[in-house]
């Protein structure tokens, strides 16, 4: 059993939908990340959470530490949003556990 | 069939000292990455290979950070000399020709004391 379990693992979109990824997680943490990768490169943050919510641009995240869930929403989505986006914990000795990944694409 | 494993698992050294972290990609995997979380920032990229060829290393910090990939297998990444902001968790990932899924290594807990 993964201790980090993402859905949906493919999400295809139009472009200005709404859209949502989910996180749910096993293991205390101390933080959780949200990660996004564009295809033949490497792997960017977007966030670290640990309680609440956050905002950047169109991008906001939120975390329920007590249900152990956090999700990504993307609003007005874009092609550009096309992607794979990973969510990550981090528990209290730095050891990480990494979900598979939800690989996102917005047609025109 | 074995995941990415990176050694050491844990690394506590002096400011000043010389510190080889070493990862092992799954088998067949051309594009390797590195990243690292120092203590209360977020997981930065530090660079990619594909096979022993360095294909973005924009992320590197600076010049006390070598990284390398002999016959494009295992990769190690060498800090030297270290010093106190290297702290931190250092990961490595890999993956096929279609990059879309890395797979992570456990890490490798760096402290500089």
């Known amino acids: 059993k993964n201790e980090v379990e993402q859905s949906p693992q493919n999400l295809t979109a139009q472009e200005g939908e709404f859209i949502t990824i989910n996180c749910s997680y096993s293991v205390g943490i101390s933080a959780l990340h949200w990660l996004q990768q564009h295809p033949g490169g490497g792997i960017v943050s977007l966030f670290m959470?640990?309680?609440g919510k956050k905002k950047h641009g169109r991008l906001i995240a939120t975390i329920n530490i007590q249900e152990k869930h956090s999700s990504l929403h993307i609003t007005a989505s874009h092609p550009r949003d096309s992607a794979v986006y990973i969510c990550?914990?981090?528990?209290?000795?730095?050891?990480?556990?990494f979900g598979t990944g939800t690989s996102l694409t917005v047609i025109p | 069939e074995a995941g990415v494993t990176q050694f050491p698992s844990h690394s506590v050294i002096e400011k000043g000292q010389t510190v080889t972290l070493r990862c092992d990609p799954i088998s067949g995997h051309d594009n390797l990455y590195w990243y690292r979380r120092v203590m209360g920032k977020e997981i930065k990229f530090l660079l990619h290979?594909?096979?022993?060829?360095?294909?973005?290393e924009s992320g590197m910090p600076n010049n006390r950070f070598l990284a390398e990939r002999t016959g494009g297998t295992y990769s190690t990444l060498k800090v030297q000399p270290a010093e106190l902001e290297d702290s931190g968790v250092y990961f490595c990932?890999?993956?096929?020709?279609?990059?879309?899924?890395?797979?992570f290594g456990p890490g490798t807990r760096l402290t500089v004391l």
């Open positions: 959470l640990s309680s």
């Open positions: 990550a914990v981090e528990n209290t000795g730095n050891q990480f556990y």
């Open positions: 990932a890999s993956s096929q020709d279609v990059p879309y899924e890395q797979f």
């Open positions: 290979f594909v096979k022993e060829s360095k294909q973005d």
